[in-house]
């Protein structure tokens, strides 16, 4: 397999931390935050939480039910 890999995936599967999933088992060494940083990042109620906890300003955002 690859020694490293360098992702640069837009779109659904590239920046919900599918592919990172994937290269974990092959334990293969990549670029980027990991699976969960991409995962949260990519829902904005998730990343507006993790934010809030970390004491982090954010913009006033209404969520829709």
Not at 39 to 46: D, I, M, R
């Amino acid at each position: 397999g690859p020694d490293f890999c360098l992702l640069a995936l837009p779109g659904r599967i590239g920046e919900r931390g599918s592919v990172e999933v994937y290269l974990d088992m092959l334990s293969c060494p990549y670029a980027g935050s990991g699976v969960g940083a991409g995962a949260v990042a990519c829902e904005e109620y998730f990343t507006k939480m993790v934010f809030t906890a970390c004491n982090i300003p954010t913009a006033e955002y209404w969520f829709k039910a």
